[in-house]
């Protein structure tokens, strides 16, 4: 795809920051780059903080617009993210006492507050914005980015956001969503998960300030952290991780919790890396027959439509990730970094 330039120079050195922010969409692949990072010396890993503070809504979401609801669960629905939040300040915190850095993990789509997921799928809705309060902050903070949390929060972490081919993301998040009941292609679920509008929305908004912050969004392609390891090498260094700690085996894990064993069925049952899950010579045209067979023909048509919609944001973020090019002894990444 265009729009990588070739160069000779190594990877810049990583800016200075309070940790790293990997940021991503339900089956990106995600919880692979987690454990290959699981043993990266000088982080403390956390994952979901939001998402799970928000994960009433994927069972809430068609009882109506927010502001129908009862003050009462308006109210707790914003003390859980707010809650959540102080809980993510708590473990910077910590981490900077014992000298280290956070390596925060979320779901781009869900560091929205619910009036913003619900807009999505009630167009029309008005409530108070459910924005996030950081600790010591002035009332005045500035909240210019798409999510709900604050700027200057945003803006002390360094961004890698992961990425990976509709054909295969979308399906394979229809698939859980129908095992737990959560509705399918053409559900109002569907309206929140099934984009990439929210990713390259907070990407673009990084982009704009990382000349005044030095802060580069890095972005890595799901195929590339299965099958190359030399771009995988290139996103650590450029980013403050460690590449010699990289972890590509680990051993089996299960999950209590039937919605995360559902969603970590994968990475569970792994002791590495899984040859075949890339996208190669996938395509709506190639993957069309099996969708019709496994989900029918109106949700498969819905399905469709959501991949081709979202394939330009997909194409836009492809042609700004990080790349080693092997054949000319190059690396290969974005013209901003230079």
Not at 196 to 205: F, G, N, S, T, V
Request: net charge negative.
């Amino acid at each position: 795809m265009p729009g990588t330039i070739q160069t000779q120079q190594t990877a810049p050195e990583a800016p200075q920051c309070r940790g790293i922010y990997h940021l991503t969409h339900p089956r990106s692949a995600s919880n692979l780059f987690q454990t290959m990072m699981a043993k990266q010396p000088g982080f403390e890993a956390s994952s979901y903080k939001l998402f799970e503070a928000g994960v009433r809504i994927f069972f809430d979401v068609e009882k109506g617009p927010l502001s129908t609801w009862p003050e009462e669960e308006r109210k707790e629905l914003q003390e859980n993210f707010q809650k959540a939040f102080d809980e993510m300040q708590d473990e910077m915190e910590e981490a900077e006492k014992k000298g280290k850095r956070v390596l925060f993990k979320e779901h781009a789509t869900y560091m929205c507050a619910t009036d913003k997921l619900m807009r999505r799928v009630y167009e029309d809705d008005e409530t108070e914005p459910m924005i996030l309060r950081q600790r010591g902050a002035s009332l005045k903070a500035a909240y210019t980015n798409p999510t709900s949390l604050p700027d200057d929060f945003l803006l002390s972490l360094q961004p890698i956001f992961q990425i990976r081919n509709p054909v295969l993301m979308f399906p394979s998040l229809v698939r859980a969503q129908t095992d737990m009941k959560m509705g399918g292609a053409r559900s109002a679920l569907a309206k929140i998960g099934l984009t990439l509008e929210p990713q390259r929305a907070l990407y673009d908004w990084y982009l704009e300030r990382s000349r005044d912050t030095n802060i580069i969004p890095r972005v890595i392609d799901a195929d590339d952290v299965m099958n190359e390891p030399e771009t995988v090498r290139r996103l650590c260094l450029q980013t403050g991780l460690d590449p010699d700690a990289v972890v590509y085996e680990w051993e089996t894990r299960h999950y209590d919790n039937p919605l995360k064993a559902r969603f970590f069925s994968t990475i569970g049952s792994s002791r590495g890396i899984i040859p075949g899950l890339d996208a190669k010579g996938k395509s709506v045209q190639t993957e069309m027959e099996k969708w019709v067979k496994e989900f029918g023909q109106e949700d498969a048509d819905g399905l469709a439509k959501r991949v081709r919609d979202a394939m330009p944001d997909y194409e836009y973020l492809y042609s700004r990730r990080t790349v080693a090019d092997y054949a000319r002894g190059t690396m290969v990444t974005e013209a901003l970094a230079y």
